[in-house]
């Protein structure tokens, strides 16, 4: 099996995917992995701006068939990269248009499917994993839900902990996963420098660095738990 196509995805805007692939990258990073950005956020590509410097990466309109024809076709070129596809808001949309494109192609690719679906506390954002699962299903992979700590801790995630779909995801042997907050001012200096984690552990001060750290920490037990 080649490496693993990681779809992170959350079909809304302001959920945490753009942190959570900057998270992915990193550890792939660390860990000397190969891989290759795919930037889906063709409005806003924080991603890849921060990233491109350091990661072979591309931006793609998947809006657009094209765009999946291209993913398909970068990750058939680059059978031993990991691919991080970092999605635009209302992917949903397009999954249901062009989905079956990349479904009908993982058997030939020799590839897993991962796709790291975040969520905030608000219930649109379970309607719209359901709707995912319901679109996917048959070839979908694994789908992991990762809740965003930015807002609240674990307990606050009720909605989903009483859901029928937290059943649905452990079935298909995915894992509720728990990304943890990372201070605003970190952040903001992250996307506001436009570089990497790695860059900034560097040229960050003293507080933030020691922050940021702890951070990445928890965020690298969190993606061995499955497997990334």
């Known amino acids: 099996m080649n490496q693993p196509i990681v779809f992170v995805s959350g079909s809304k805007g302001g959920v ?56 398909v076709n970068v990750a058939d070129a680059n059978p031993f990269k990991t691919i991080v596809v970092n999605t635009p808001a209302r992917n949903n949309d397009a999954v249901r248009a062009h989905g079956a494109l990349l479904l009908d192609s993982l058997k030939e690719l020799g590839r897993p499917l991962l796709t790291l679906w975040v969520i905030n506390r608000q219930r649109d954002s379970l309607e719209l ?21 930015y807002f609240g801790d674990e307990r606050k995630f009720e909605l989903f902990e009483q859901s029928p779909l937290r059943d649905a995801i452990a079935q298909q042997g995915g894992q509720a996963l728990y990304l943890p907050d990372l201070a605003d001012r970190v952040t903001d200096e992250l996307y506001s420098r436009r570089i990497t984690l790695a860059e900034a552990v560097q040229q960050l001060k003293l507080g933030d660095r020691a922050e940021l750290q702890r951070w990445r920490a928890t965020v690298k037990e969190m993606l061995i738990a499955i497997g990334v």
Not at 137 to 142: F, I, K, L
């Open 16 to 71: 945490g995917k753009s942190i959570t692939s900057m998270a992915v990258l990193d550890y792939l990073t660390a860990e000397h992995r190969y891989l290759r950005l795919l930037e889906g956020d063709t409005t806003n590509p924080d991603v890849w701006k921060s990233y491109h410097r350091e990661v072979e990466s591309e931006v793609l309109d998947l809006d657009s068939v094209d765009g999946w024809i291209q993913m």
């Open 129 to 149: 994993l359901n709707e995912y699962l319901q679109m996917m299903s048959g070839g979908m992979g694994v789908v992991h839900v990762v809740r965003n700590g």
